[in-house]
């Protein structure tokens, strides 16, 4: 368990519709500035204390390349001396930023940390860096190969038994929380109004990715989004991605119930979250929002490779020595609506305490900065409802999950 590493506050930008939306004419690099600048004059920190920046993106090259973290420092303004890095844990990577920044801090060898998060999915969309999901490695391929996440989450909805409806309904809960939380201000404290770098003005101040006149009906018209995927024809032998993931799973079937409509949300974003010792709290005499009690990263198998948030959340709760019903509040990212389900079967969670301002479904996704945005959002519910912990948790590419702890300070 920690107890000595403080969350001071959380920034982030409204999400903005990841196709030609309000936030693609604003670089990312713009987009992280106007994030750490924002949480500077929340926090009143001084940037010169920071001792490092450390950011998530997924897609780290072209607009989001040559270490963005650094050149958004840069572009801040902040002085020379702060240092920046970039990280890819996928999905992971803004929580990821969290619990880096969390152990300098709680190892004593820093005082003052900034972690977050950005994508512009706009403007780098998903593969954007050609990696697909194993590199081209051919010898990785032959012993390990693994399938677009969707098929993934398809394979998880067929062998949990969570039908086309169930994952329909998870879906429309999103966007009726979601607006809910929209209308009652519930993201209000976070949230800043991105600009304009040139002209200064405000381009976005609120999510512009959720469809609030959603219906169930209108859900269960959508089609498939991977079956078609899972015909393609991926190896000489004549293989489909399908039965490639079958292979892994014998017995096992693909039923694909995936869309647009219960699955993630592609959005361009970004996040930040202040860390800091308990000495540099006392010396500056500040009020920190919450503590991080813990943080765990596991790997799970490749293949179905989205089952990580109950093993690491488990993980999680053993190291702060609770357990599931001690949560008041759980974010477990809605990559697709599969994921969030099984988490809540596998732990045995409340479904009331889940996402209870709507979720990735509703608000969008912006990989590398999701799981800083979850971060802020559960501190912000804790505050709201006067309750005291709060777990985050992600699924990410390849097989691995991670999970947060953080608990309110009153």
Known sequence: MIDNTFILDAVRTPRGKGKRGALHGVHPQELLAQTLEALRGR?????????DVVIGAVAQVGDQGANIARNAVLAAGWPYAVSAVSLNRFCGSGLQAINFAAMGVASGA??????????????????ADGAG??????????RVFQVPQGISADLIATRDGLTRDALDRFAL????????????????????????????????????????????????????????????????????????????????????????????GIVDGAAAVAIASAGYVE????????????????????????????????????????????????????????????????????????NVNGGAIALGHPLGATGAMLAGTALDELERRDQRFAVIALCIGGGQGIATVIERIR
């Open 43 to 51: 926090t009143a920190i001084d940037p010169q204390d920071v001792d």
């Open 110 to 127: 820093q005082q003052l940390v900034i972690a977050g998060g950005v994508e512009s999915m706009s403007r780098l969309p998903i593969g």
């Open 133 to 142: 999901q194993d590199g081209g490695n051919q010898h990785l391929r032959d």
């Open 173 to 264: 809960r999103s966007q009726q929380r979601a607006a809910a939380a929209q209308r009652e201000g519930a993201f209000a404290r976070s949230l800043f109004a991105a600009r304009d770098p040139a002209s200064g003005e405000v381009v976005l101040e609120t999510d512009e990715y959720p469809r609030s006149s959603t219906t169930l009906e209108a859900l269960a018209a959508l089609p498939p989004a991977f079956d078609r995927l899972g015909q393609t024809v991926v190896t000489p032998a004549g293989d489909t991605l399908d039965a490639i993931a079958l292979r892994a799973y014998p017995g096992a079937a693909i039923d694909h119930r995936h869309t647009a409509g219960n699955s993630s």
């Open 283 to 354: 010396r500056h005499g500040l009020t920190p929002r919450a503590r991080i009690r813990a943080f765990a990263s596991v790997g799970t198998e490749p293949v179905i490779m989205l089952t990580g948030p109950a093993p690491a959340a488990r993980k999680a709760l053993a190291l702060a020595g609770l357990t599931p019903g001690d949560i008041d509040l759980w974010e477990i990212n809605e990559a697709f609506a599969a994921v969030v389900l099984q988490t809540i079967r596998t732990l045995e969670i409340d479904p009331e305490r889940v």
